[in-house]
């Protein structure tokens, strides 16, 4: 019997019990549906996140005070030590090591901005004009902070979107003065829109010198030291040469935190990335019930089949022959079961991608081979016993039944 | 052709032992028309089967065109099912979802022959059997006549040298029953070795060798020149 006569046959089978073929095919693309859209959602919410920190920057290292201590209460407040101030030489000392390519000290604080009669709280950052770069961030109009030493609080900022926006309406923003707490600030650039990036909101933002923002906040000490790393493999190095010169410069005491932006992103990409494997799983056991209700079906079909067989068997099919149509049965039923549970799956999850806009949904290529390779092979191991079965009839039986 | 050396068949019934044949020996000849009678459960069935290789023997040894078939294995013995013999049966076996055309063309299908060739040998043969209008019917659409010519017609298709038929008339009203007997009997003409299980004495005597069993032996072996 060649190949396409078994095809034809089994389709034949399949399509003489109508009802019993579409709720089989029904329960099969309902499992590989769910594997996919799970799938999609879990891989979604993966790149969301991983679109998120790249966004960040590139090559990031940061520096942050205090060391994180995963044992309980801080010992440093227990004893009456509080973690050193980063100040901005340390940030400036760590362009000693070469593997570092530039830094951006940051202080963040509250302050009032005014212009004319508006008046805006606003988010104040005190940086370097490195931190353009470092950030990825874009202007819109003028430029970025001046190169000047950092110590010097030259009186210039430059404003986020939405603050400009805000506070000058239609007026021309660039080189007009801002108050801001109790002293003035030429404007000399204004950023581009960005929108939200893991929490901060550059729209709301006002950037001056670091100096500046000293005097403001009335405080020397940093939030954060971003570090950018001369190459991906120099990541390792420069976070290394911080610890290091940051314990130097603090009596030996490890009492700074570096992060690599690699490891965070690492971290949340393998948590995801988990997560998604486990609903996916969890969705691929409904697949092995899927299964275990085609080995059902079959074994009833063996059963109320039997004179058939007994009659193919007499025709001259051997036992092989027998197994091998119980198998073709098997395998189109479960290959159209899950092409329709992928095309089922993929509207899904264009739908809900029509719903979130913001999620990149989309099943991993490997994902959609995994539901169709289950699918298909859980319908062909499932029927391994009931093809057996039927190949293992009793002709003399199978026939002498009425 | 067909040569039994002292063949039997034991069944296990529960704990106990069945002889549904006991010793056997029986030569058949190539274009002898052979009736075989008895009353139930005298092994005639059972006899069938084994010359159909639908059963294997218990003890003893079984020759096909001088082939000893005992010992060969399932595949082999479906080969030498498919290529040599036919099966007529009372309740004529048709698989239900299949037109008459396509139940005539199981045996080619299940032999791989090419569908060109295939369709040629089923026209001629619902042709013959005057079943030609037939042909795209399902066998509950069809009378239990055209039933059992269906059969017939797939029994022959392969061109067979054995033809089984156990019963072929038992689930037909008289006269085509007859009509179903002359198809048979035509076939013998043709040189095929008919073997026919019955009841019937009327039917069984029609045979130029009657064959009759008791309790798992052959009692009696009538020639009869027809």
């Given at each position: 019997m060649?190949?396409?006569?078994?095809?034809r046959?089994?389709?034949?089978?399949?399509?003489?019990?109508?009802?019993?073929?579409l709720?089989?095919?029904?329960a099969?693309?309902?499992?590989?549906?769910?594997?996919?859209?799970?799938?999609a959602?879990?891989?979604?919410a993966?790149?969301?996140?991983?679109?998120?920190?790249?966004?960040?920057?590139?090559?990031?290292?940061?520096?942050?005070?205090?060391?994180?201590?995963?044992?309980?209460?801080?010992?440093?407040?227990?004893?009456?030590?509080?973690?050193?101030?980063?100040?901005?030489?340390?940030?400036?000392?760590?362009?000693r090591?070469?593997?570092?390519?530039?830094?951006?000290?940051?202080?963040?604080?509250?302050?009032?901005?005014?212009?004319?009669?508006?008046?805006?709280?606003?988010?104040?950052?005190?940086?370097?004009?490195e931190?353009?770069?470092?950030r990825?961030?874009?202007?819109?109009?003028?430029?970025?902070?001046?190169?000047?030493?950092?110590h010097?609080?030259?009186?210039?900022?430059v404003?986020?979107?939405?603050?400009?926006r805000?506070?000058?309406?239609?007026?021309?923003?660039?080189?007009?003065?801002?108050?801001?707490?109790?002293?003035?600030?030429?404007v000399?650039?204004?950023?581009?829109?960005?929108?939200?990036?893991?929490?901060?909101?550059?729209?709301?933002?006002?950037?001056?010198?670091?100096?500046?923002?000293?005097?403001?906040l009335?405080?020397q000490?940093?939030?954060?030291?971003?570090?950018?790393?001369?190459?991906?493999?120099?990541?390792?190095g420069?976070?290394?040469?911080?610890?290091?010169?940051?314990?130097?410069?603090?009596g030996g005491?490890?009492?700074?935190?570096?992060?690599?932006?690699?490891?965070?992103?690492?971290?949340?990409?393998?948590?995801?990335?988990?997560?998604?494997l486990?609903v996916?799983?969890?969705?691929?056991?409904?697949?092995?019930?899927?299964?275990?209700?085609?080995?059902?079906?079959?074994l009833?079909a063996?059963?109320q089949?039997?004179?058939?067989?007994?009659?193919?068997?007499a025709?001259?099919?051997?036992?092989?022959?027998?197994?091998?149509?119980?198998?073709?049965?098997?395998?189109?039923?479960?290959?159209?079961?899950?092409?329709?549970?992928?095309?089922?799956?993929?509207?899904?999850?264009?739908?809900?991608?029509?719903?979130?806009?913001?999620?990149?949904?989309?099943?991993?290529?490997?994902?959609?081979?995994?539901?169709?390779?289950t699918?298909?092979g859980?319908?062909?191991l499932?029927?391994?016993?009931?093809?057996?079965?039927a190949?293992?009839?009793?002709p003399v039986?199978?026939?002498?039944?009425? | 052709?067909?040569?039994?050396?002292?063949?039997s068949?034991?069944?296990?019934v529960?704990?106990?032992?069945?002889?549904?044949?006991?010793?056997?020996?029986?030569?058949?000849?190539?274009?002898?028309?052979?009736?075989?009678?008895?009353?139930?459960?005298?092994?005639?069935?059972?006899?069938?089967?084994?010359?159909?290789?639908?059963?294997?023997?218990?003890?003893?040894?079984?020759?096909?065109?001088?082939?000893?078939?005992?010992?060969?294995?399932d595949?082999?013995?479906?080969?030498?099912?498919?290529?040599?013999?036919?099966?007529?049966?009372?309740f004529?076996?048709?698989?239900?979802?299949?037109?008459?055309?396509?139940?005539?063309?199981?045996?080619?299908?299940?032999?791989?022959?090419?569908?060109?060739?295939?369709?040629?040998?089923?026209?001629?043969l619902?042709?013959?059997?005057?079943?030609?209008?037939r042909?795209?019917?399902?066998?509950?659409?069809?009378?239990?006549?055209?039933?059992?010519r269906?059969?017939?017609?797939?029994?022959?298709?392969?061109?067979?040298?054995?033809?089984?038929?156990d019963?072929?008339?038992?689930?037909?009203?008289?006269?085509?029953?007859?009509?179903?007997?002359?198809?048979?009997?035509?076939?013998?003409?043709?040189?095929?070795?008919?073997?026919?299980?019955?009841?019937?004495?009327?039917?069984?005597?029609?045979?130029?060798?009657?064959?009759?069993?008791?309790?798992?032996?052959?009692?009696?072996d009538?020639?009869q020149?027809?």
């Amino acid at each position: 019997m060649n190949l396409a006569d078994i095809l034809r046959f089994a389709s034949g089978s399949l399509r003489g019990a109508r009802t019993r073929t579409l709720l089989m095919m029904l329960a099969m693309s309902i499992g590989v549906a769910a594997v996919v859209i799970l799938t999609a959602l879990g891989e979604g919410a993966r790149r969301y996140v991983v679109n998120q920190f790249s966004s960040l920057g590139s090559n990031l290292v940061i520096v942050l005070p205090g060391r994180s201590e995963t044992a309980g209460a801080m010992p440093g407040m227990l004893l009456g030590q509080t973690p050193r101030d980063v100040v901005l030489d340390d940030a400036l000392a760590l362009l000693r090591s070469a593997s570092i390519l530039r830094i951006a000290p940051l202080i963040v604080g509250a302050a009032q901005a005014s212009h004319d009669a508006r008046n805006r709280e606003v988010v104040l950052l005190g940086s370097t004009p490195e931190l353009l770069e470092i950030r990825h961030m874009e202007l819109a109009q003028g430029r970025f902070l001046p190169e000047t030493d950092p110590h010097t609080a030259t009186p210039v900022c430059v404003l986020g979107a939405k603050i400009r926006r805000e506070l000058f309406g239609p007026e021309p923003a660039v080189g007009a003065w801002l108050r801001i707490g109790d002293r003035r600030f030429r404007v000399i650039g204004v950023l581009a829109s960005q929108g939200e990036s893991m929490g901060m909101n550059t729209d709301n933002l006002v950037i001056v010198p670091v100096a500046s923002a000293h005097m403001l906040l009335n405080t020397q000490a940093l939030f954060r030291i971003l570090i950018e790393a001369k190459s991906r493999d120099s990541i390792a190095g420069a976070q290394r040469d911080a610890e290091q010169i940051m314990m130097e410069r603090h009596g030996g005491e490890r009492d700074v935190t570096v992060i690599t932006q690699d490891a965070v992103l690492a971290t949340f990409d393998r948590i995801l990335r988990a997560l998604t494997l486990a609903v996916g799983g969890i969705a691929a056991i409904s697949l092995s019930v899927a299964g275990i209700l085609i080995m059902n079906v079959m074994l009833i079909a063996v059963a109320q089949r039997t004179q058939e067989i007994g009659l193919l068997k007499a025709l001259g099919a051997p036992p092989a022959e027998i197994r091998r149509l119980f198998f073709a049965e098997a395998a189109l039923l479960s290959m159209v079961g899950s092409l329709l549970g992928l095309v089922l799956g993929e509207i899904g999850s264009a739908i809900i991608g029509l719903a979130y806009p913001a999620l990149p949904v989309a099943a991993p290529w490997w994902a959609v081979l995994a539901a169709f390779g289950t699918a298909l092979g859980t319908g062909i191991l499932f029927s391994v016993w009931p093809a057996r079965r039927a190949a293992q009839l009793d002709p003399v039986m199978a026939l002498a039944r009425r | 052709m067909i040569e039994f050396a002292d063949v039997s068949r034991i069944f296990m019934v529960g704990e106990q032992e069945v002889s549904a044949l006991r010793n056997i020996n029986l030569n058949l000849a190539a274009g002898e028309y052979v009736s075989i009678m008895g009353p139930s459960g005298s092994g005639k069935s059972t006899l069938l089967n084994l010359i159909g290789l639908l059963d294997r023997p218990s003890a003893g040894i079984y020759r096909l065109d001088d082939l000893d078939v005992t010992t060969l294995d399932d595949e082999q013995q479906a080969r030498v099912r498919r290529e040599k013999i036919g099966f007529v049966f009372q309740f004529f076996h048709l698989v239900p979802r299949l037109s008459a055309a396509t139940n005539i063309e199981l045996p080619l299908i299940l032999g791989g022959v090419p569908a060109e060739q295939r369709k040629e040998r089923v026209a001629q043969l619902l042709q013959n059997y005057g079943l030609t209008d037939r042909a795209h019917h399902r066998p509950d659409q069809l009378s239990g006549g055209q039933r059992q010519r269906v059969a017939i017609a797939r029994a022959t298709i392969m061109q067979p040298a054995v033809l089984l038929a156990d019963e072929p008339t038992g689930n037909l009203d008289q006269t085509t029953g007859k009509e179903v007997m002359g198809l048979l009997e035509n076939l013998v003409g043709q040189g095929v070795t008919l073997v026919l299980v019955t009841h019937d004495p009327a039917l069984g005597q029609r045979a130029s060798r009657q064959l009759r069993m008791v309790d798992g032996q052959i009692v009696s072996d009538i020639r009869q020149n027809s």
